[in-house]
């Protein structure tokens, strides 16, 4: 999320494992293991958003993972290259 200092109103990218999940042939077998097996990577996402009306602006980047809390599977995420022009 991404928002100006002082508000909550710009959340840009949201996206769940469920919808990472969608085309099960895109998954990858890990070589991470947890506790329970079936472990399986999706491929990198690349998002590009403008955030142009931003500029001149000082904000807030939060980055979040939240877990569902139930004991059937754990997430975990790797974010990369972090760009901002």
Not at 70 to 80: G, H, K, N, P, T
């Amino acid at each position: 999320m991404l928002t100006t200092t002082g508000t909550d109103n710009c959340s840009l990218f949201e996206t769940s494992v469920n919808k990472l999940c969608e085309n099960k042939d895109a998954l990858v077998e890990s070589d991470v293991t947890f506790d329970r097996g079936g472990v399986y990577n999706t491929q990198w996402i690349k998002e590009q958003l403008d955030i142009s009306a931003l500029a001149n602006k000082r904000v807030n980047l939060k980055i979040e993972a939240v877990d569902k809390g139930d004991e059937i599977y754990d997430s975990a995420i790797l974010i990369d290259n972090i760009v901002v022009e």
